[in-house]
């Protein structure tokens, strides 16, 4: 509707600038008294009422796009907190080279989420459903795709980022939770080099520096023992912290300081400050479910099995294939390496005709042909190609594979 207005002002507008130029027109053709020219008269009269009637029109087409634009901007509280989901996986790659994400893809998640969220005539309700169920449907569809050892990772890189855009996370506490601070070497002197190592001294003296550490450092070296009891607790994640930090301390503090100083137990923390501002769902990633992969895909995008050591996922999609009507001569494996490029593109080039299943496996030793792999991957259109067409891919983590094929 909004370009449908657009197109109809700038219609408006032309026609009002024809109007102004015919009457100039008229003016300057006129001879004699214009008040004695009956046709310039009624050529006047009509550009009168026609100037009138798209005035209206105009003025109605203006006031319909300010109440447009004003219910659009209602929606920018979702807008932002999309664009912060979008930036959060967008760094993933970081971790893991395979791990790719495209922007359509996200899109697509996202329309999918207004659909099946739940529905409200009330703006800040909807809004609140919308922003619920794509944030956990995101979650869902990453962790798919996440290592195991990642999974966490990613909840409190999400998590982080959500608070830090609303203002209740510092930026500054956040990066020297990642990296413990930079600084030159630290001439203080440890207070007890029987507990406390120079790596978590160093730590101490640099978190010192944040806004609410003042003061830390002195404390820290003042009662040392105190401190150490923490150091020798089974559960110092649980551990209240001596006074006065404890209540002056935000929860993201008190990780920086289990940080500092029980480095081994921070995972069990990350997972309760994620419960305690997400929710539980969000350190509990559902179980992988090949059948829901299946189900989400279609036969221009590839289906990739990231492989980890001692992991082989051929017996679960053999017998997947089965139950979907996909065994025997319906599905063609073919194990990549030297040489083996054409054989794969005829097999390809068969099952895409057909609507066969075609496994590729080790994708990773056969780095030379990727660019093939890739070039096959986006000529894919859903046109010419059958249905029932599946591409899987399996690979170990690889710098080499195409982008554009993960995402």
Same mark, same amino acid.
């Given at each position: 509707?909004?370009?449908?207005?657009?197109?109809?002002?700038?219609?408006?507008?032309?026609?009002l600038?024809e109007i102004?130029?015919?009457?100039?027109?008229?003016?300057?053709?006129?001879?004699?008294?214009?008040?004695?020219?009956e046709?310039a008269?009624?050529? #006047?009269? &009509?550009?009168?009422?026609?100037? %009138?009637?798209?005035s209206? /029109?105009q $003025?109605i087409?203006? =006031?319909?796009?300010?109440?447009?634009?004003?219910n659009?901007?209602?929606?920018?509280?979702i807008?932002?907190?999309?664009?912060?989901?979008?930036f959060?996986?967008?760094?993933?790659?970081?971790?893991d080279?395979?791990y790719?994400?495209?922007?359509?893809?996200f899109?697509?998640?996202f329309?999918?989420?207004i659909?099946d969220?739940?529905?409200?005539?009330?703006?800040?309700?909807?809004?609140?459903?919308?922003?619920d169920?794509?944030?956990?449907?995101l979650?869902c569809?990453?962790c798919r795709?996440?290592?195991?050892?990642?999974?966490? #990772?990613? &909840?409190?890189?999400l998590?982080? %980022?959500?608070?830090?855009a /609303?203002? $209740?996370?510092?930026r =500054?506490?956040?990066?020297?939770?990642?990296?413990?601070?930079?600084g030159l070497?630290n001439?203080?002197?440890?207070?007890?080099?029987?507990?406390?190592?120079d790596?978590?001294?160093?730590?101490?003296?640099?978190?010192?520096d944040?806004?609410?550490?003042k003061?830390?450092?002195?404390?820290?070296?003042d009662k040392?023992?105190?401190?150490?009891?923490?150091y020798?607790?089974?559960?110092?994640h649980?551990?209240?912290?001596?006074?006065?930090w404890?209540?002056?301390?935000?929860?993201?503090?008190?990780m920086i300081?289990l940080?500092?100083?029980r480095?081994?137990?921070?995972?069990?923390?990350v997972t309760?400050?994620?419960?305690?501002?997400?929710?539980?769902?969000?350190?509990?990633?559902?179980p992988?479910d090949?059948?829901?992969s299946?189900?989400?895909?279609?036969?221009?995008?590839?289906?990739?099995?990231?492989l980890?050591p001692g992991?082989?996922?051929?017996?679960?999609?053999l017998?997947?294939?089965?139950?979907?009507?996909?065994?025997?001569?319906?599905?063609?494996?073919?194990?990549?390496?030297?040489?083996?490029?054409?054989?794969?593109?005829r097999m390809?080039?068969?099952?895409?005709?057909?609507g066969?299943?075609?496994?590729?496996?080790?994708?990773?030793?056969?780095?030379?042909?990727?660019?093939?792999?890739?070039?096959?991957?986006?000529?894919?259109?859903?046109d010419?190609?059958h249905?029932?067409?599946?591409l899987?891919?399996?690979?170990?983590?690889?710098?080499?594979f195409?982008?554009?094929?993960?995402?």
């Amino acid at each position: 509707e909004k370009n449908a207005l657009i197109l109809q002002s700038a219609a408006n507008k032309k026609a009002l600038k024809e109007i102004e130029d015919k009457i100039l027109e008229t003016l300057s053709s006129s001879e004699g008294n214009i008040l004695e020219d009956e046709s310039a008269i009624q050529v #006047l009269d &009509s550009s009168k009422v026609l100037s %009138n009637e798209i005035s209206k /029109k105009q $003025q109605i087409a203006e =006031e319909t796009e300010k109440k447009i634009d004003e219910n659009r901007a209602g929606y920018r509280p979702i807008a932002t907190h999309s664009s912060i989901l979008f930036f959060s996986i967008a760094d993933l790659p970081n971790i893991d080279p395979m791990y790719q994400y495209s922007l359509t893809w996200f899109i697509n998640l996202f329309i999918n989420s207004i659909a099946d969220s739940n529905k409200s005539k009330i703006l800040e309700k909807r809004l609140r459903y919308l922003s619920d169920h794509f944030t956990y449907s995101l979650y869902c569809n990453v962790c798919r795709s996440l290592f195991e050892k990642d999974k966490l #990772l990613f &909840s409190f890189v999400l998590c982080c %980022n959500i608070l830090m855009a /609303k203002q $209740q996370l510092d930026r =500054e506490s956040f990066m020297f939770f990642l990296t413990g601070g930079v600084g030159l070497e630290n001439k203080r002197k440890n207070p007890d080099p029987s507990w406390v190592s120079d790596k978590t001294w160093d730590e101490v003296c640099r978190a010192n520096d944040l806004k609410a550490f003042k003061g830390f450092r002195e404390h820290f070296q003042d009662k040392v023992d105190t401190w150490r009891k923490m150091y020798d607790s089974k559960e110092p994640h649980k551990f209240p912290l001596p006074t006065p930090w404890q209540d002056k301390l935000a929860s993201f503090d008190k990780m920086i300081v289990l940080r500092c100083i029980r480095p081994d137990k921070v995972t069990p923390i990350v997972t309760a400050f994620v419960t305690d501002n997400l929710g539980k769902k969000f350190v509990e990633p559902p179980p992988f479910d090949l059948s829901k992969s299946y189900v989400d895909s279609n036969s221009c995008a590839p289906l990739i099995f990231v492989l980890s050591p001692g992991g082989d996922p051929m017996a679960a999609l053999l017998k997947f294939a089965d139950d979907m009507g996909f065994g025997g001569t319906k599905m063609d494996s073919l194990s990549l390496g030297q040489g083996q490029g054409p054989i794969a593109m005829r097999m390809l080039d068969k099952a895409m005709k057909e609507g066969l299943w075609t496994v590729l496996q080790n994708c990773h030793l056969a780095v030379s042909w990727m660019t093939t792999l890739e070039k096959f991957c986006e000529e894919l259109n859903p046109d010419t190609v059958h249905p029932d067409f599946r591409l899987w891919l399996t690979s170990y983590p690889s710098e080499h594979f195409p982008v554009t094929v993960l995402q």
